[in-house]
């Protein structure tokens, strides 16, 4: 049964009025002209002796702009009150920044789980995008805090699939990042009812972690060894005897299409050879989210036209916008810049070196070619402005005497 308290502290944000209110000030914040001019001219622009190809999607997401949304809204609606954020809404640093000057403060983490003691039932908790555990979430409820849940709709129809491998007491192997909040908060509901019917989860993050699950399902192996390995991405009690009879595979939702795919072959095969072919204690559901799909699917299609080399504009910590970089450099040069400032000349650039974990500078960044063709797109965490600075701030380095027009300021 509902229970009405709790039905209370989820206040309904998305309505007309608040809406008109938000969208004005979410324009301002995020909006560029230019990069609209630019996508619909088919996402190609010529300026002088430099070409400018813009994926055919990139940028904010459905999800993102939702929790976007929701975050201005709680801005609205609680003012007066404290307002406080689980982690980060998205991963970008400048629109965190926005959200913080909005009056919304990040939550203190002890431990690295949210401080939830200074808390009193008054003050309104924004949960990210990505989602937050059930049990920060049930203790939130306890406290009795108004909750806007921005959680994408795709994130929680991942959850509903491990839900269900828990019930059916099947383990989900979650492909995804240990860490990462959206991957902490699917693991969390993939444990199931812990006094009735308990179940199981393990994460792997990539093939090798893949390969090691799938050698261990057909030869065994040492289970301390494997527990090792596998440190802070199972669920507690997990044992890899017990525990990997039967699977149903689950990802984060922002992972790279090919790769997932690729798991759950490995983990099917496995599966097949050790049971005498019989699949039957392998299930899948492919939760990959539509954006995630389409923006992997444009920059490809972009590095078919072979450009000299690609700026991938987005938050370094962003999942999705990572795996656009791992894509763009298999084919070109590729440079990770969170925003213009990155840019610092016509010789240099500052950008993120994902083997490093850090940013580098790099010099002789763009090529030197009479006529160069620069390939641009941005995870689903980036807002336009930030894109469309990006824009003006190379052609401001090369010799282009077109000025932006027909793409308008
Ligand atoms: S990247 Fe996908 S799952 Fe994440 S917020 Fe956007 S639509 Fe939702």
């Known amino acids: 049964m509902n229970d009405p308290a709790k039905k209370e502290n989820r206040p309904n944000l998305r309505t007309g009025e608040i809406m008109q209110l938000v969208q004005k000030e979410v324009d301002n914040h995020y909006k560029s002209e230019l990069v609209s001019s630019l996508k619909n001219s088919g996402g190609r622009a010529v300026f002088g002796n430099t070409t400018i190809l813009l994926a055919k999607e990139f940028g904010f997401c459905y999800g993102v702009e939702r929790a976007i949304d929701l975050a201005y809204a709680a801005a609205k609606v609680f003012a007066g009150k404290r307002i406080f954020i689980l982690g980060e809404i998205i991963h970008n640093p400048d629109v965190n920044k926005q959200i913080n000057a909005l009056g919304i403060r990040r939550l203190p983490e002890k431990n690295g789980e949210p401080d939830l003691s200074a808390l009193a039932a008054d003050d309104a908790v924004i949960l990210p995008a ?42 989900s192997v979650i492909h995804g990042k240990a860490g990462h909040e959206e991957t902490r908060a699917t693991a969390s509901r993939a444990t199931g009812n812990p006094d009735e019917n308990p179940s199981h989860y393990l994460v792997v993050k990539d ?106 504009v987005g938050g370094y910590n962003s999942s999705n916008t990572t795996h656009l970089v791992e ?83």
Not at 215 to 240: M, N, Q, R, T, W
Request: hydrophobic share 40%; net charge neutral.
């Open 130 to 171: 990505f989602g937050a555990t059930a049990s920060v979430v049930a203790a939130l409820e306890e406290i009795g805090c108004p909750i806007v849940n921005t959680t994408c709709g795709d994130v929680m129809s991942v959850w509903k699939r491990v839900r269900q491998n828990a019930r059916d007491s099947f383990t």
């Open 207 to 312: 093939l090798q972690e893949t390969a090691a699950v799938c050698d261990y399902i057909v030869s065994g192996g040492d289970p301390a060894a494997f527990l090792k390995k596998f440190h802070g991405a199972y669920s507690e009690g997990f044992h890899p005897d017990s525990h990997l009879k039967k699977i149903g595979i689950a990802n984060q939702t922002t992972m790279l299409r090919d790769e997932t795919a690729a798991v759950q072959n490995l983990l099917r095969d496995a599966i097949a050879r050790r049971d005498g072919g019989d699949p039957a204690n392998f299930r899948f559901f492919d939760t990959i989210c539509g954006a995630t799909q389409d923006r992997q699917n444009a920059l490809r299609e972009m590095l078919s036209a072979k450009p000299d080399l690609v700026l991938i």
């Open 327 to 409: 894509i763009a450099s298999a084919s070109a040069p590729t440079f990770f810049i969170r925003d213009h400032t990155r840019i610092l000349s016509k010789n240099e650039i500052r950008h993120f070196d994902l083997a490093e974990k850090k940013e580098i500078v790099s010099s002789r960044w763009l090529p030197e070619k009479e006529k160069i063709t620069i390939g641009i797109t941005a995870g689903a965490s980036c807002p336009n402005n930030l894109i469309e600075d990006v824009i003006r701030t190379t052609l401001s380095f090369l010799e282009s005497d077109t000025p932006l027009s027909p793409l308008k300021k």
